[in-house]
């Protein structure tokens, strides 16, 4: 944790006790049975000589049985999901996608919540951002974030979720108007079980289980989680898929130098724009936006490290230089 940032970050949790499993898929499996008996209770014989009254009673202990089943089936598949990934049963199936795809569909899993609460949900993600991974899990790393930020906001409440590229990561970030973390759950807000004070009617949260269900699939994609008690911001990191640059800019004052570097990229398929000056570096990157600058650090009107900085804050600049 960065305790001077006020921010925590992800790290190993304990175990899942095996008789919570246990004790949580007996739970469902009675519900079940118990759900199934009442919709047979309730079936043609009441509809056919029950009084209203009575078929109303009915049909609300089956929405109850039935939102309980619900409930329990996605706890157990959270209890089931923490266990396989600690022990590393899930294998990932990677392959390149674009984050909005992930987004999208997590969106739509979390879609309830939002629209119970009535909550307005704003998502600011651009196509375009691909990274290498598995896009179910991705997607469920991203509803889990959306549902812990629906779940925690008082009604009639605003999420916002945005997605940009930096450098050579993508940058996701979950913000909302809710009361955000206690300081003191910092340290273990991605532990299993753990869960902010919550009203007496317990409709917030479930079992403490969204965050350290997030946090093991991004750490399986070489990504990081953070958290901000300050203004309840999950962010999370994922490297971008690796890919061949597009569209190069090669700056080197040596001009044979400079012609044979442009050959050798032209020669692999790569797009490739060469100067010889850091101005007309600059004017060149304005005009094709170059994915990659290779710079001479000596060139003869500014210092090459001086150009990759200027080159870096220009929009659509290249993301190394």
Do not use: W
Not at 95 to 120: C, G, L, Q, W, Y
Not at 243 to 258: E, K, W, Y
């Amino acid at each position: 944790m960065d305790c001077g940032s006020g921010r925590a970050r992800s790290r190993r949790g304990s175990g899942i006790p095996a008789v919570v499993i246990v004790l949580a898929a007996t739970t469902l499996m009675l519900l079940a049975v118990g759900g199934g008996g009442a919709a047979e209770s309730a079936g043609p014989g009441v509809d056919r000589g029950a009084p209203d009254e009575q078929r109303g009673d009915s049909s609300r202990e089956r929405d109850i049985i039935e939102r309980q089943i619900r409930h329990l089936a996605r706890l157990v598949d959270d209890l089931l999901d923490v266990s396989r990934l600690r022990r590393g049963a899930i294998e990932l199936r990677r392959e390149p996608f674009d984050v909005f795809d992930a987004v999208s569909r997590a969106v739509e899993m979390t879609s309830p919540i939002f629209n119970e609460k009535h909550h307005e949900l704003v998502v600011d993600v651009p196509h375009g951002l691909v990274v290498d991974g598995d896009r179910i899990r991705i997607a469920q790393v991203i509803s889990n974030l959306l549902s812990n930020a629906g779940k925690h906001t008082e009604p009639n409440g605003r999420v916002v979720l945005t997605a940009r590229r930096k450098y050579t990561e993508i940058i996701l970030e979950c913000r909302d108007n809710g009361r955000g973390i206690a300081p003191e759950l910092l340290p273990r807000v991605f532990d299993l079980f753990v869960q902010g004070e919550r009203a007496l009617d317990r409709q917030q949260g479930r079992l403490g289980l969204g965050l350290a269900v997030a946090r093991m699939p991004v750490d399986r994609h070489g990504g990081t989680i953070e958290v901000s008690a300050m203004q309840s911001e999950p962010e999370l990191q994922f490297p971008l898929a690796a890919s061949a640059p597009r569209r190069v800019l090669v700056v080197d004052d040596n001009h044979d130098a400079l012609v044979m570097l442009l050959e050798a990229l032209k020669h692999a398929g790569i797009e490739a724009v060469g100067a010889e000056t850091a101005k007309e570096a600059m004017e060149v990157a304005v005009r094709i936006r170059p994915d990659v600058a290779i710079l001479d650090i000596g060139l003869p009107d500014k210092n090459g490290l001086d150009l990759a900085r200027a080159l870096r804050v220009l929009p659509g600049g290249p993301a190394r230089a």
